[in-house]
């Protein structure tokens, strides 16, 4: 088993030159910090994940050492990082990449000394790897993976780790090492598929498990026994509300310009979006699309908008960064979502942010975000109509438009602040026992400030 391991980070390498770069790990366990916790993630800094960065970055500035560990380098980007993001790559430990001796003793040292867990842990990965297409190829991959990240962590002294996006290798690196497991769901793959995703094992394994809204944690309840239902915690994402001022409503804007930003993926229901603009042209309304991301359903999107007639209406942006995607928001009229599954989209907080009011299905969490007729509009999902009847009354009524852009931002201001929810957040780390003497007053006395 050790040479498949070391052979297939080898390939990795490989065939993913930008990971291939090696920074050795510096640890130490000297002079422990009150308030340390690692952060295990699948891909870190990444574009679709902005709002990882602010809340670690956040958590930091709260007090809290956070050694952030990815288990890939991010992929290609089509404009440079950001400052903050070249910061955080730079701290990071990434697991793939990593040269194979490094996999290797990791594997020696931890057999060595513990070969039960070792075992144990192996165990555990063949059974969460049931489910995958090659079970078998999974189940080597995701407990190579968490044994060098086991191995990095007990190095270093931490004794908890708050995995986001790579739980199963978090409750892999649980049953092997000493070192507490709490994690958050963000939805909606875990709960398309709660068996597979292995939900009920990772929530009794926990510490505590953290949901990003109401909804999201009924259906983690749904999915994992009654007697664990007391470790379920609702964290809210949150957002930098002082990003500028907001945008100035448009009394009678010609085109009424529409933004939508997510991957291009079957869940995101383009298709409904794009017919619904379809049948507004076709109703003589001067409307234009702006569609942020990229995806593996790009080309059958712009087929479809070529086959409606409307490619001139549509421009497939491509992704944004930060600065580039609040330029276009600001340039925009309405922000419109037609997905078929979600959590809470962050890009409905960062419209609303700035004064944008929204269209968005009534799925998952986005009632908790956005009332409807207070910030925008909720329509019954995969319905052109509904979808293109709600569009068509933000069009005609500009002073409906103007109160939903100030109800917008005063929504996310109370509910989705990020300062406010990493506080929330740190909070909850505190009472879990994780921060202890200075460190655990200073999270008591922001959790009295909420």
Known sequence: MFFYLIGSNAAFALRNPAS??????????????????????SE???????YLLREVRELRALGWEIQTVSIRRPG???????????????????VLGTPPWEFLWAHLTTFGTRPVAYWRGFATAWRLARFARRPSLFAIAYFSEAILAGHWLRKAGFTHVHSVYSTTIGLILSRIFPVQLSMTLH???EFINPDGFGIKEKVEAALFVCSISHFGKSQIMLSSSPADWHKIEVTPLGIDCAEGPPVICREDPAPFRLIAVGRLAPAKGYPILLEAVAALVAAGRSIHLTLVGEGPERSRLEQQASRLGILDKVVFAGWKTQTELHDLYRNSDLCVLSSFAEGIPVVFMEAMALGVPCVAPRIAGIPELIRDGIEGFLVTPASVEELAGAIGDMMDKPSLRRQMALSSRERVVEKYNLHKNAAHLAAIFSRYGLANGAGASRAQDLSTDL
């Not at 050795?24 to 295990?40: C, E, K, N, Q």
């Not at 440079?80 to 990071?92: I, R, V, W």
């Open 20 to 41: 291939a770069p090696y920074r050795r790990v510096s640890v130490s366990s000297d002079d422990p910090f009150p308030m340390r916790i690692a952060y295990l993630l």
């Open 44 to 50: 870190y800094p990444t574009l679709g994940h902005t």
């Open 76 to 94: 290609e980007r089509p404009s440079s990082m950001s400052a903050a993001e070249t910061e955080e790559q730079g701290s990071t430990w990434y």
């Open 187 to 189: 939805g909606p793959e």
